[in-house]
Every structure is written in structure tokens, then in C-alpha cells.
């Protein structure tokens, strides 16, 4: 049934309940009702819910990853993956574009991005307002419709074992670039999520093939005296940026 305040308006459509006694005192869970109200109108119109597909994965724009990229503020949604074949590819979005708005509107969080794509019509052509490169950039996208289907890949084996103590890591050489082989306990590799079998992909920007390039990338980073340094990482998850502290190895 609905969810009223105290005015008497309608604010959500109620969905679950927790109660400890298994009656109806406890805390209710709700649609928001402009959610529940354009999800009706779509199943009257089309019979089904249409929602915006972009095809990126996003992630927050934390302190560190946002003094890597040279952002003033850890805002905006951080473009991790780009979707193979997507509208987001079609239009020029790339891994590393920080989004601060589309059609005008502030995106502070990936939420926002999310929620603001959803909202909008296959075919629409947004306007992204963007950081790319060290500049703000302006990008119109067509917006897709959400696929039925999606795909995901499986990771190869590794070879060569290579040790970074100062990150934490133990990485090897595979097809599929570099593979994280292990994760030391408790290390900042650990506390951002790191696991083994996540690929590395890009350190600094540059993308790595072998160990000798994570090294040489890591050490161009420290002649630079950056604090952190930035990693493009792809799990079972998809990809995303990871700032990790650089220390003296």
C-alpha cells in the first residue's frame, strides 16, 4: 500500500517491512512515489519500463583519486569502464572523463549520473560536461536503451611473479596484462578492496603489459614526488580507479 507524511500526501509505495515481532510496528521500506509514478506511466504507455542506458561503470571521485587526476574537489562520477559497442563509446566517453553534469544538471555522485540516465529516453542526446586531461570538455552522447543481455569475460592465467612491498602486492605477467597474485594483509592494497585475479590494466594513464612497465610507471610517478598513483583495475565487477599512496620500497 502507500506510504503517506503527515500532510497526507502520498511520498512511497510500501514494499517490505522489518519487525522483530513480525507485525506491522517496526521500519518500512518504500518505493519513492515520483520512482513508483513514472514507473506507471511507462507500464501504461509501453507495457514495459524503459529506462537510458550510457554503458560505463562509475565510481565516487575520492580525495586521492581527485589530487592524482589534479581535481580542486573530490566530486563528479569517475568513468572506470567503458561498455564495448555502448552509446558512451559511440560518443567519445573514455576511462578517466570525471562527469559534473549532463543537460545542465550537477552530478555530485555516481548515484546522480545513474539516476539521471535512467531517467531519460533512448535517443535523447545529452550533453556531458566533463574533466578530461586536465580541462573541462563538452560532449553530447545519444542516449541507448538498457540491454536484455550482458556478457562478461573470464580471466587467464599468470606466469612471472613480480613483488611490489610498497603497495602491498604481488603481481604476474598474463595475457590479459598484469594480475594481481596476491594482496598483503592489512596494506592500503587491501583497505581499497585489491584482490588476487584483479587485472591491472593502467598506471598513471599509461596502460601495462608487463611488470617492467608497473615499475618504470610507478618510478616516473615518484621522480614527480606525486603522493599517490592512480590504477585502472578490472575484476569480476568491471573496472575502476584505485589511488594508492606511493612509499619508499
Known amino acids: 500500500?502507500?506510504?503517506?507524511?503527515?500532510?497526507?500526501?502520498?511520498?512511497?509505495?510500501?514494499?517490505?517491512?522489518?519487525?522483530?515481532?513480525?507485525?506491522?510496528?517496526?521500519i518500512g521500506f518504500?518505493?519513492?512515489?515520483?520512482?513508483?509514478?513514472?514507473?506507471?506511466?511507462?507500464?501504461?504507455?509501453?507495457?514495459?519500463?524503459?529506462?537510458?542506458?550510457l554503458g560505463v561503470a562509475i565510481q565516487p571521485v575520492g580525495p586521492e583519486i581527485a589530487e592524482t587526476l589534479g581535481l580542486s574537489a573530490d566530486e563528479g562520477?569517475?568513468?572506470?569502464?567503458?561498455?564495448?559497442?555502448?552509446?558512451?563509446?559511440?560518443?567519445?566517453?573514455?576511462?578517466?572523463?570525471?562527469?559534473?553534469?549532463?543537460?545542465?544538471?550537477?552530478?555530485?555522485?555516481?548515484?546522480?549520473?545513474?539516476?539521471?540516465?535512467?531517467?531519460?529516453?533512448?535517443?535523447?542526446?545529452?550533453?556531458?560536461?566533463?574533466?578530461?586531461?586536465g580541462d573541462r570538455q563538452t560532449i553530447d552522447v545519444e542516449i541507448g536503451a538498457y540491454p536484455e543481455e550482458r556478457q562478461s569475460a573470464a580471466l587467464s592465467e599468470p606466469a612471472d611473479?613480480?613483488?611490489?612491498?610498497?603497495l602491498g602486492l604481488a603481481l604476474a605477467e598474463s595475457p590479459e596484462g598484469v594480475v594481481i597474485r596476491a594482496v598483503k594483509p592489512?596494506?592500503?592494497?587491501?583497505?581499497?578492496?585489491?584482490?588476487?585475479?584483479?587485472?591491472?590494466?593502467?598506471?598513471?594513464?599509461?596502460?601495462?603489459?608487463?611488470?617492467?612497465?608497473?615499475?618504470n610507471d610507478i618510478?616516473?610517478?615518484k621522480e614527480q614526488d606525486r603522493k599517490s598513483v592512480l590504477l585502472l583495475v578490472r575484476s569480476d565487477g568491471g573496472q575502476r580507479f584505485v589511488a594508492l599512496r606511493l612509499q619508499e620500497t
Open 186 to 215: 592489512a596494506s592500503q592494497a587491501a583497505e581499497k578492496g585489491l584482490r588476487p585475479g584483479d587485472i591491472i590494466i593502467e598506471v598513471a594513464g599509461d596502460r601495462v603489459e608487463s611488470l617492467s612497465d608497473v615499475r
Open 77 to 133: 562520477a569517475l568513468i572506470a569502464q567503458v561498455v564495448p559497442g555502448s552509446p558512451a563509446e559511440a560518443g567519445g566517453l573514455e576511462p578517466g572523463d570525471v562527469i559534473y553534469s549532463i543537460d545542465g544538471a550537477i552530478m555530485e555522485t555516481p548515484k546522480d549520473v545513474s539516476k539521471a540516465v535512467a531517467a531519460l529516453k533512448a535517443g535523447h542526446t545529452a550533453q556531458f560536461n566533463l574533466w578530461r586531461d
Open 30 to 53: 518504500a518505493i519513492p512515489a515520483n520512482v513508483a509514478s513514472d514507473v506507471i506511466a511507462d507500464l501504461r504507455e509501453n507495457g514495459r519500463v524503459d529506462r537510458g542506458w
Open 219 to 221: 618510478a616516473d610517478a
Open 1 to 26: 500500500g502507500p506510504t503517506f507524511d503527515l500532510s497526507g500526501n502520498v511520498v512511497g509505495v510500501n514494499t517490505a517491512i522489518f519487525s522483530p515481532t513480525g507485525g506491522n510496528v517496526g
Open 161 to 166: 611473479e613480480g613483488v611490489l612491498d610498497g
